[in-house]
RNA sequence: GCGGGCGUGGCGGAAUUGGUAAACGCGCCAGAUUUAGGAUCUGGUACCUCACGGUUUGGGGGUUCGAGUCCCUCCGCCCGCACCA
């Protein structure tokens, strides 16, 4: 066949037929074979893929097709992450149906993807919005349910006025709504929780398993989320009320100079301790304000520390003096207990507070240089509060103990009283997974006034999201006005009751995704285990940053708690994880508003697929930030070009050798060609292996190309078999990353059998062992002169060589040789002195 | 403040983990081919110098025969968390 001019266009849409047709990559569940699953985070159908898009998934493309060539049973998926609030907002800006919007736009972006030429199993295709996928995470909600691990709850929540719903925690930043960058209210709101703070130690431990496959940061990401401290819990009584106020510490060594109490404006004893106050009036506006100040203002640096005095005291339980109970603008309820015992001579928030309320200052820690003189500090001198280690001071008992001893002896002293334990406290709050929107999968419970909360009986699942729904102007949630959908039959006692309207968080769908791919059209049961154990954990998961904690942390909680439902074995989902970098434009973020934005129809249009994905994989290694060039594509595309037409000039002398498989080079020309052949195979499995170092498999490529316009003209006529078998080295190794033009040229060298079929080469360690090498002379440390030397030449004959070349004699000249050092085959440095 | 990471030509980036710094590509320069080209091929391209040679991986110091790589220190940048009790 003859290849005539290289047009991406046509080779492109011929092999990816052909690949369909073959279905070369369908895969099966088959324990007599190593598997290895590949998966990168699916997308949301927001109606066009864009360049992270293409990053993301041609960097999965080349790790499933190398595994695949490496004689893997290579798992490689592609879904929808279909449910979400831009379906929504699109639904009621066009006046559809969410629905319609969004099976559009995945059908428009997985012809996209198509045309990129993945390698996915497009029968497991799965969209997280057909109730055949979600009627599962209803009955997985049941379980959690059944087992506690799911519970209700009326407390103050995130709230985005703009979202029209409550967010999680993970989805509030610096104060912001993730999607919207809407300032986030607090709302006290009924809600669905899901207790991942069960799971806060684990979460924490299992982390250490993921090191070295996981990237530092986003473990330590996820470490600092976490948030686990060590300390104590601490009850005070409070002075003339029945009630006690537990306080969250880590320092109980400093219990003796805890000389008030700060609790926080939404701390659920802060009524009572003012019901009574005569300046009630004043205290509540002074709660109200700070209840009502944004969390940026909040939670500010640079935030005056003030409060208010409740008129009621507490008891110390170790001095037992009356200390003041304050309400404090800097203290957060949603860390420890909402309460803190302020000890100012030794915490510096405590100290500005009491500085400025004229609050007393008890030191109880001295400063070892103290100690040690015998003297003792005295809070009057601090201008700043000691948080430094040291002994204990005005502590009675403890008195000079070490004040790191003393916190364990503290807390054991109070623990025979009951007023106090060793305490561990996380950061990590329950997972609020209910949200007030209509696009999302119903949570499968009905309220009856007689009955309670009663869980939808497993047999009535899916609870259907109704078809008919007319989206509301408003934004606001259809579904509570629905009557057919909210009004039902208590399961129970079969008296009428209401439905719940609110549906789960998105990321409900998104953390167990990854297991339905291993059997996606169970009918009879969400995961199938002889699928899910073969095919489970993902081995690499490849995804962007931006969900080192939201979607990575509720996925680990998810196999733990189906674990713990016996659905699951393994407890952490994805063995290693690679987070790419972004893609810039002109140093910054491609954005609409920016104008930066880089089509990626449009550039398979005018470049082509490969051309694309090579690009894209060549320009930067893969966990670095790339910066777009129009130039740098033109250059891919030139390269292909250059290698088509090597071929092409070539094709009448090439003959089908299997890559690597010429053995017998006569001239130097084809043993140069042997050597750079078999070196490249050996540099791009070692750089693949390696953190999938692409770039740097794609330019040793480009070198074994760049060899082979040097001997084509000579090789074409002396040993025709030597080029045969270099370039089809060059187009298996290039295959995973320009996998049609590769196709195309590999059936051009008179191949039948395609490509995809075939195994990773494989190099000769003997092929890289040559008979001479290049040896580097250096005069103390300077490079002086370079020799040929026979492979292996024995020392002193090597050396001999070195100080007989004439510009290192001149550098040795008038003076002694103190040493010589000799790598063999690499370099010879003479000290002298 | 705490934590993670980074700093190499005009640009994107290499460097077999302590052994020729700048591979590969972009850009640029020159030559060839061509009616012509923004196509293609060949060569050149860190900096200073006519040259011999010298200098260079953010700055300074150290270890070593030898440091982009290891250690100390300072500077700068990026990212995450942050009144966390």
């Not at 407890?571 to 934005?597: C, H, I, R, W, Y």
């Not at 090579?614 to 292909?640: C, H, M, N, T």
């Not at 002193?796 to 002694?816: I, P, Y």
Request: charged share 25%.
């Amino acid at each position: 066949m003859a290849l005539g001019k290289y047009s991406p266009e046509d080779i492109e849409k011929k092999w990816q037929a052909i690949w369909k047709e073959s279905g070369c990559f369908q895969v099966e569940t088959d324990p007599s074979k190593p598997k290895y699953y590949v998966l990168e985070m699916f997308p949301y159908p927001s109606g066009k893929i864009h360049m992270g898009h293409v990053r993301n998934y041609s960097i999965g493309d080349v790790v499933a097709r190398f595994k695949t060539m490496q004689g893997f049973n290579v798992l490689h998926p592609m879904g929808w992450d279909a449910f979400g609030l831009p379906a929504e907002n699109a639904a009621i800006k066009h006046e559809t149906h969410p629905a319609t919007w969004t099976y559009q736009n995945i059908s428009e972006m997985r012809e996209q993807l198509q045309r990129l030429g993945y390698s996915y199993d497009w029968r497991r295709e799965l969209a997280t919005c057909r109730p055949e996928y979600y009627k599962w995470e209803q009955m997985f909600f049941l379980k959690f349910l059944e087992k506690g691990l799911a519970y209700r709850k009326d407390s103050p929540q995130n709230w985005c006025p703009t979202c029209n719903t409550v967010l999680a925690n993970e989805q509030v930043e610096e104060g912001l709504c993730w999607r919207c960058d809407s300032e986030v209210e607090q709302k006290d709101m009924e809600q669905w929780f899901l207790r991942i703070t069960d799971y806060a130690d684990e979460l924490l431990k299992d982390l250490e398993t993921l090191e070295g496959g996981w990237p530092e940061r986003v473990l330590t990401m996820q470490r600092n989320w976490i948030g686990k401290s060590y300390g104590a819990e601490l009850t005070f009584q409070v002075k003339d009320m029945s009630e006690t106020i537990d306080v969250f510490t880590t320092r109980p060594d400093t219990l003796y100079g805890a000389t008030f109490m700060s609790v926080a404006a939404e701390h659920p004893m802060v009524e009572k301790l003012i019901a009574d106050a005569p300046n009630r009036a004043e205290i509540e506006a002074f709660v109200t304000n700070i209840r009502n100040m944004d969390r940026i203002k909040r939670g500010a640096d640079d935030l005056e520390k003030e409060g208010v005095f409740t008129g009621k005291y507490c008891v110390n339980p170790v001095t037992g003096k009356d200390i003041p109970i304050y309400v404090a603008n800097f203290v957060l309820m949603g860390y420890g207990t909402g309460a803190v015992m302020a000890v100012p001579a030794h915490d510096q928030r405590d100290f500005e507070f009491a500085t400025k309320y004229g609050l007393p200052k008890q030191a109880v820690i001295n400063p070892p240089e103290l100690q040690e003189k015998g003297e003792k500090l005295d809070a009057a001198t601090l201008t700043e509060a000691y948080s430094a280690p040291g002994f204990l001071i005005h502590s009675g008992d403890f008195d000079g103990m070490p004040n790191e001893d003393a916190k364990k002896a503290v807390v054991e002293h109070l623990d025979k009283s009951g007023k106090g334990k060793m305490a561990v406290n996380y950061r990590l709050r329950d997972w609020n997974v209910s949200r007030q929107r209509f696009w999302g999968a119903p949570i499968p419970v009905i309220y009856c006034d007689d009955c309670g909360v009663v869980p939808v009986p497993e047999k009535d699942l899916p609870v259907l999201l109704p078809e008919n729904a007319q989206v509301r102007k408003d934004g606001k949630s259809p579904l509570p006005a629905m009557e057919e959908f909210v009004n039902c039959a208590c399961p129970k006692c079969g008296k009428p009751a209401r439905r719940e309207t609110d549906t789960f968080d998105t990321f409900f769908e998104s953390s167990w995704y990854y297991m339905r791919y291993c059997d996606p059209r169970n009918e009879s049961e969400p995961l199938g285990a002889e699928h899910l154990n073969y095919w489970m954990n993902v081995d690499q998961y490849i995804g962007g940053i931006e969900h080192a904690i939201l979607h990575l942390l509720y996925s680990r909680f998810f196999t733990k708690a189906l674990r713990d439902c016996g659905y699951v074995t393994n407890s952490e989902p994805f063995a290693n994880l690679l987070t790419q970098g972004m893609v810039l434009k002109d140093g910054g973020k491609m954005s609409k508003s920016k104008g930066n934005v880089v089509d990626p129809n449009a550039m398979i249009n005018q470049y082509g697929a490969d051309a694309t994905r090579l690009f894209i994989l060549f320009a930067s290694p893969p966990v670095k930030e790339l910066e777009w060039s129009d130039q740098g594509i033109d250059g891919a595309y030139r390269f292909l070009s250059r290698l088509w037409r090597l071929v092409e000039e070539l094709e009448d002398v090439l003959t089908p050798m299997t890559p690597a498989s010429h053995g017998a080079p006569a001239s130097d020309a084809a043993k140069s060609l042997r050597f750079k052949e078999h070196d490249t195979i050996r540099r791009a499995t070692r750089d693949i292996e390696n953190e999938f170092q692409f770039n740097t498999v794609i330019a040793a490529i480009m070198e074994l190309v760049n060899e082979l316009y040097q001997v084509k003209d000579e090789l074409r006529e002396t040993d025709p078999a030597a080029l045969s078998s270099a370039i089809a080295t060059a187009v298996t190794l290039l295959s995973p990353v320009a996998p049609h033009i590769c196709e195309e040229l590999w059936a051009a060298l008179g191949h039948t059998a395609n490509l995809t079929a075939q195994p990773w080469p494989t190099y000769d360690e003997k092929a890289l062992v040559l008979d001479q090498v290049t040896m580097v002379v250096q005069v103390n440390g300077k490079v002086r002169g370079k020799f040929e030397a026979p492979n292996n030449a024995p020392k002193d004959e090597v050396e001999k060589l070195a100080m007989n070349l004439e510009n290192v004699q001149k550098f040795m000249e008038g003076a002694t040789v103190r040493k010589v050092i000799v790598i063999p085959n690499k370099l010879v440095n003479i000290v002298v002195g």
